[in-house]
DNA sequence: TTTAATACCTAAGAATTCTAGGTATATCCA
DNA sequence: TGGATATACCTAGAATTCTTAGGTATTAAA
């Protein structure tokens, strides 16, 4: 959610990161994602669970997602991995967020840094 | 709104798209950013009209626009500017969004393009 | 004369996120 | 022993933003 405090993730880039995450590894649990993103933006991005459950409900259900749930340390996780759809799907969203940011890249037209 | 037709714009971009395109620029009107949008995009980045008034008026509303409007050709033209505020905030946005942008990569790993 | 382009607007709904809770176990520290 | 923190899941309600789908009006082109 935050990169500057109570700054809102932009909509509809949540889903692409979980799926995106997911595209690198077996499987991961909603915990670990919200742990993955702190620690690859060094604190900085900060996945509320408010946001991310529901997400991965929702890609889920809609068959890009499959669960196993296991216990350890006396603690329930609940796995999540990529369907062959969820794959296929993975590798079409990330292209069109791509597409999108070039696109914002030209409006806002800020090239040297990204 | 669209890059593949359909697919949404992503949560607050728009604001920060507005701001900066009026950055560089004296004034502009409403009909014209959704046309500057297209062309700077070769046509793949919409703005929707349902999306770009409310907007402005948002702006307007937070003091970061002031507007003045003209008849040209027997058509009225709304043209909006940058108050002083508005361009100290369109500079700081403009920032954010960058900072949650770099994030954004790290998570989705996507350095090559952008 | 009808269509497309120009130029503004709003209302209702959909979608996503945030805030703010809730439950429960394990570990660390005082 | 007790409390705080970390781990691990969840949901409901509010806020925000965008889409869809209209509406009005003038000018230019077919």
New binding site residues.
Partial sequence: ??TAP??????????VMILRLLEGRERM???????KVKELTAGEMT?????L??????LEAEGLLTTETQV????????YSLTKTGQTEAVGRVAELTAFLDNLNLVLNLKPSL
Same sequence: chains 1, 2.
Avoid: C, F
């Avoid at 649990?29 to 742990?35: D, H, K, R, V």
């Avoid at 996945?47 to 946001?51: L, N, S």
């Avoid at 350890?72 to 796995?79: E, F, L, S």
């Fill in positions: 959610m935050s109570n700054s809102q993730l932009l909509k509809g880039s949540l889903s649990y909603g915990y670990e994602i919200t742990q996945i509320t669970e408010g946001a459950y529901p997400a991965l409900h929702k350890v340390d006396g603690r329930a996780r609940k796995y």
